[in-house]
């Protein structure tokens, strides 16, 4: 059999499909006896908080969760109606059940336009 190439290899890889691409992994995994994961590990242990500080930057998508509701609590479940567009029934109930997640995946200035004005009206809000 003729050696291939890196390039070759590469050009091959590209035409798998993810699950392919998976199967293959798990197999050569097997059959040498390595883990694919070992390097990146020791990398992300060795740099761990530069990693963890370039994953916070790089973030796009926010869950905004509600902690708690305050004193205002009907301002609050006004603000929760404006953001999600839920009724008055699920919005209370919501708000009742904090913490909550009022948003899922919102891109950075919707959670924090949403962080705000549920601030605002007096919650404790948390963005993820």
């Known amino acids: 059999m003729a050696k291939l190439t890196t390039e070759q290899l ?4 590209k035409e798998l499909s993810l699950i392919e691409l998976s199967e293959f992994v798990k197999a050569f995994e ?3 006896e390595v883990t694919a994961a070992a390097p990146v590990a020791v990398a992300a242990a060795g740099g761990a ?3 963890a500080a370039e994953a916070a930057e790089e973030k796009d998508s926010f869950d905004v969760v ?3 509701a305050g004193a205002n609590k009907i301002a609050v479940i006004k603000e929760v109606r404006t953001i999600t567009n839920l009724g008055l ?11 909550a997640t009022v ?8 959670a924090e336009k949403a962080k705000a004005a549920l601030t605002e009206a007096g919650a404790t809000v948390v963005l993820k």
């Open 66 to 68: 509600l902690e708690a």
């Open 10 to 13: 590469i050009e091959a890889f």
């Open 89 to 99: 029934g699920e919005a209370k109930a919501l708000v009742d059940g904090a913490p």
């Open 49 to 51: 908080a530069p990693a």
């Open 30 to 32: 097997e059959t040498f």
């Open 103 to 110: 948003l899922e995946g919102a891109n950075k200035d919707a």
